[in-house]
């Protein structure tokens, strides 16, 4: 599993041989337990990746500015490229997704080949100012974004109130960790904890630049698609409306009144926060206890996972956007 066909180009070849081999530090019952984990923190996590790291991130520049050029994450493409997001973190999870030749492990090299294509592009004449923002996803980029998959992550459930057992977050650590080696971030900067990756989030966030132009654009295409992207009936279109006052509620816990003017949103009450903090309590605190409750988590989860990318890919395969020419 994972290996070239004997008429791959040589390139290819090297570069398989160089991922498939396990590292030295990978233990894969500790994945697997981490990619359970990860899937248990259920629709806090989404929350989490949509509005702290994601939304979250647009308020400084650089990174932003990229996507912006790159297309796709701003207008009617923004929730098709937020559904690619959501997609791979699924992949990944999976039980087996990480094995060699597997769903999240094929997706998380495919993601990684599409950014050499786009950094080698970008890199080239006079279409991004690498001298005000550094290389096109470089290395600094890379890591930091890996970590709003993992501690962020555990972090921003645990501030809707989720309780994450240390065991628990080992595991979801060491799975991202799998993840950041496949996707070529520099040893040096691959976390066994949370404490050392928030840690380096935070020199991290010390060193970005302030908004730009960029970041308003990409967090208001966010949150206006989530209402948009609900085409049906009167129901449909109210559940839409609903979810972007939701996701904007949150944002108040999240980014507070200051982040949500640097990224030109609207400044609402934090009315959603203390159900959800009910809610995580009760599920994390009562169901979780149980090894019947923590699947059923787990199936709920991906329940509502699995619906979101319907709706937004309809009959299409869902996952990372075709490699550029």
Known sequence: AGAAPADAPP?????LAAVTPDPD???????ERGARAYRRLGRSRDDVLLGLSLIGGYRYGGPTELLVRTGGLTGAGAMRRLGETQA???AVSRPGGMVP????????LHVRAMHALVAERFER???YDVAGHGLPINQADAAATLGLFNSTAILGCRLLGRHVPRADGDAIMHLWRYVGWLMGVDDDWLFDTERAQNAFNHHVVLTQGDVTPAGPLLAGALVEGLRSERTGGPADRFRGAWERRRLLSLLRVFLRAEGLRDLDLPVTAAWMWPSQVLRNLVESLLVARTARGRRWLERRSDRRVEADLARRFGRETPGPRDLAA
């Open 125 to 127: 004449g006079d279409r």
């Open 11 to 15: 390139a290819l070849r090297d570069f």
């Open 101 to 108: 030749g597997g769903a999240g492990w094929a997706a998380t």
């Open 25 to 31: 530090w990978l233990d894969r019952d500790l994945l």
């Open 88 to 90: 791979w973190a699924f």
